[in-house]
């Protein structure tokens, strides 16, 4: 099942990419702090080169632009939408480049200096990026902002055939030294885990994803996101096609809820993550595989409750009253 870089490319879907010169999407949401409150945090969705690995399941190259990033783009960018920022309370900023903000391809060293400065009113600032470009710059950067720097990194699964067949170019012990340098630095790890990807069987998939979870939260990490597997990417679309693979389900979602007290996690008497915040990635919901437009909203509602209260509240506590049968 495991595919190769060039099979992964091959079954892209046809699309019109952005430019580095585009605007920016911008999206402001009130996201959990981890302490009981909520933060304004606002996301700007840059364009710039793609990541130079190739996940099986990864749909972001759609957001990115071809060649290498040229310089003085992302601060171009960041004008258009951030220039009339001020520090005005609590404010978050998360810089989402599809791709790694501490690879030079994608955000070219010589801009870091300007795109530090347009995060001054910020009081956190979170980037992504893959374990393997830990490295210096980051360091630098954390420096150069006056807020807090939190880098999020897809640790996906610790399930060893899912692992394989993600092709992620990173083993464990990449994110274990990945995690610990970022610690290091007083840096904090944001950390994304995958419901249902390729290569867990179904019936055991929400118990891998407890167990990836737990294994972030062993790792002190101050922020892991659970996000359902998408399409869209050719390789997993394929996937679908020939019944090799499904996605996850408002089911399977549903199952994930009610299973967490007997998890690693909840079984050990953990009635919420504690230090850790843990949330349900609620992007794009109403396109969630299964049940029905009102079981989805309804699921969706009791998940916006739980991320809201940091607790993972098994679905007998909320008014969950959908007919259909999912
Ligand atoms: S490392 Fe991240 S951005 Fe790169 S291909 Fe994998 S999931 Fe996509």
Redesign the pocket.
């Known amino acids: 099942m495991k595919p190769d870089k060039l099979a992964i490319e091959l079954l892209r879907p046809e699309i019109k990419r952005p430019t580095a010169w585009s605007i920016p999407k911008v999206l402001r949401a009130l996201e959990p702090d981890g302490l009981g409150g909520d933060v304004d945090t606002t996301t700007v969705f840059l364009t710039g080169a793609?990541?130079?690995?190739?996940?099986s399941?990864?749909?972001?190259?759609q957001y990115t632009s071809p060649g290498n990033t040229p310089v003085g783009a992302i601060p171009f960018q960041l004008d258009q939408v951030l220039k009339q920022e001020r520090s005005n309370g609590r404010r978050w900023l998360k810089l989402y480049n599809?791709?790694?903000f501490f690879d030079s391809r994608s955000i070219p060293t010589e801009d870091l200096k300007s795109i530090a400065e347009h995060c001054s009113p910020f009081e956190r600032v979170i980037v992504?990026n893959?374990p393997r470009f830990c490295d210096d710059r980051m360091a630098s950067f954390s420096k150069a902002i006056p807020g807090q720097l939190e880098v999020a990194m897809?640790l996906?699964t610790i399930h060893p055939n899912a692992i394989e067949i993600?092709?992620?170019?990173?083993s464990l012990a990449d994110f274990d030294r990945a995690v610990a340098k970022c610690q290091s630095l007083n840096i904090d790890v944001r950390v994304f885990v995958l419901l249902h990807p390729p290569g867990v069987d179904r019936k055991e998939s929400v118990d891998w994803t407890w167990k990836t979870v737990a294994y972030a939260m062993e790792r002190q990490v101050r922020h892991i996101s659970i996000i359902p597997l998408r399409a869209g990417n050719g390789w997993i679309d394929r996937m679908i096609k020939s019944e090799e693979y499904q996605l996850p389900t408002v089911a399977m979602i549903r199952e994930l809820y009610q299973s967490f007290s007997r998890s690693e996690i909840g079984s050990a008497g953990v009635a919420s993550p504690g230090n850790t915040t843990v949330e349900f990635d609620l992007w794009d919901f109403e396109n969630w595989q299964g049940g029905c437009p009102q079981c989805r909203e309804s699921l969706g509602k009791h998940i916006a409750r739980c991320n809201r209260e940091l607790r993972i509240l098994s679905l007998g506590e909320t008014e969950i009253r959908c007919e259909c049968t999912v």
Do not use: I, Q, V
Not at 57 to 61: A, F, G, I, T, V
Not at 166 to 170: A, I, R, T
């Open positions: 793609e990541c130079p690995f190739r996940c399941m990864c749909d972001l190259w599809a791709s790694n992504e893959h897809g996906e993600m092709n992620k170019g990173m």
